[in-house]
């Protein structure tokens, strides 16, 4: 029986053909391999950190965030990599209950101003860009509502509503806080902090999923 090598250094029996796929570059062919096996072990890490994760927020935290979304004429939210795609997904939801939402850097967003919320995340709480995009929304008198694993980067400092996701940042490959990759776990905790606080939202308002469904987009 041959053995594969575990992806955290040990090695297991192989019980079964290896799935492969093979990445050519322009000096190498590497070849990936994955078992069932694998995919059942990494369902549960993932669905487990995630659940661990989540459980560890401070609910009134996100709670006094749902109240600046709620009570807030224009939303707009901005942040990069896979947070900013989080923060997509969770656009288009507040979209769908009717409020107007804007994503920075799209060709139609207007500026923000006074009063209006801006929403965004960041692990480290560092990036250049969602900082300056705070930067100039607090400059303009808006509030902002922000999304970190750090409680004392200048993002959580410029912050009206933090919300703390305690999961690894994306550069602390050492960390024991989190067996996957990079920010995965914060992204992933991200994506279901705003599907329970859409939720949340809809849930204390009186639209049926029929008028909700109404704004979903008819040009693809």
């Known amino acids: 029986m041959s053995t594969g090598k575990h992806p955290y250094g040990r090695s297991r029996p192989m019980t ?7 990445s050519q570059t322009a000096n190498a062919t590497r070849t990936v391999y994955s078992t069932t096996s694998d995919i059942v072990r990494n369902l549960s ?6 659940t661990d994760t989540a459980a560890k927020i401070d609910e009134k935290q996100v709670a006094r965030l749902a109240g600046y979304v709620g009570n807030t004429s224009r939303i707009f939210v901005a942040g990069a990599g896979r947070s900013g795609l989080v923060l997509r997904m969770a ?9 107007t939402v ?3 850097g799209d060709t139609t967003t207007p500026a923000i101003n006074s009063g209006d919320l801006l929403l965004v995340a960041s692990g480290s709480g560092t990036t250049s860009g969602v900082v300056k995009s705070a ?6 008198g808006a509030h902002i509502a922000a999304f970190t694993t750090n409680p004392d980067s200048p993002l959580a ?23 996957q990759y990079a920010g995965s776990l914060f992204e992933q905790v991200l994506f279901v902090v705003t599907e329970a606080l859409f939720q949340s ?8 999923a029929e008028e909700l469904w109404l704004r979903h987009a008819n040009l693809e």
Do not use: C, F, Y
């Open 45 to 50: 890490l993932v669905n487990d950190e995630i």
């Open 102 to 104: 804007h994503v920075a």
């Open 135 to 140: 930067e100039t929304a607090a400059k303009a």
């Open 91 to 99: 656009a288009m939801r507040l979209m769908h209950l009717g409020l």
């Open 201 to 208: 939202l809809w849930d204390n308002d009186s639209q049926p």
């Open 16 to 22: 079964e053909p290896k799935g492969q796929i093979v």
């Open 157 to 179: 400092g410029l912050a009206d509503a933090l919300v703390i996701i305690p999961a690894a940042q994306k550069t602390d490959h050492g960390s024991t806080v989190s067996n």
